[in-house]
C-alpha cells in the first residue's frame, strides 16, 4: 500500500510556471506507475499525464503536450509534474494516482488503485 500527498499548488497568472510534486510512503514507489489527474469545478476528472516504474516511458494528454513534463524520483519517492505556460483552463485541482505496473501506464482513472488528497492550481487571465 502506498499513501500519496500532493504539493506545490497555487497562484499563477497565465504563462506563468508551477511545478507539482507528489511523495509517497512506502518502500515500494519504484513498483508503481504514477499519473497525474485534474478535476475543474462542474467538470469530470481528467487524464493529464503518466510514467512507467522506471520513468523511462510517459503519455501526455494532448492538452497539455509540450507544456507539461512528468518526471520521477525513485530514490526520493517522488512524481513531478512541471506546468508551463500555464492557461486559465489548466484551473483544476490535480491529483497524484498510483497503480502497481511492471509496463503499462493507464489513462483511465479508475486503473489507478491510490491517490492523493489534491491540490489546487488556479490560473488567472
Known amino acids: 500500500q502506498v499513501q500519496l500527498v500532493e504539493s506545490g499548488g497555487g497562484l499563477v497568472q497565465a504563462g506563468g510556471s508551477l511545478r507539482l510534486s507528489c511523495a509517497a510512503s512506502?518502500?515500494?514507489?519504484?513498483?508503481?506507475?504514477m499519473g497525474w489527474f485534474r478535476q475543474a469545478p462542474g467538470k469530470e476528472r481528467e487524464f493529464v499525464v503518466a510514467?512507467?516504474?522506471?520513468?523511462?516511458?510517459?503519455y501526455y494528454a494532448d492538452s497539455v503536450k509540450g507544456r507539461f513534463t512528468i518526471s520521477r524520483d525513485n530514490a526520493k519517492n517522488t512524481v513531478y509534474l512541471q506546468m508551463n505556460s500555464l492557461k486559465p483552463e489548466d484551473t483544476a485541482v490535480y491529483y497524484c494516482?498510483?497503480?502497481?505496473?511492471?509496463?503499462?501506464?493507464?489513462?483511465?482513472?479508475?486503473?489507478?488503485?491510490?491517490w492523493g488528497q489534491g491540490t489546487q492550481v488556479t490560473v488567472s487571465s
Open positions: 510514467i512507467s516504474w522506471s520513468g523511462s516511458r510517459t
Open positions: 494516482a498510483a497503480v502497481v505496473s511492471s509496463w503499462y501506464i493507464p489513462s483511465d482513472d479508475r486503473d489507478y488503485d491510490y
Open positions: 512506502g518502500r515500494t514507489f519504484s513498483m508503481y506507475a
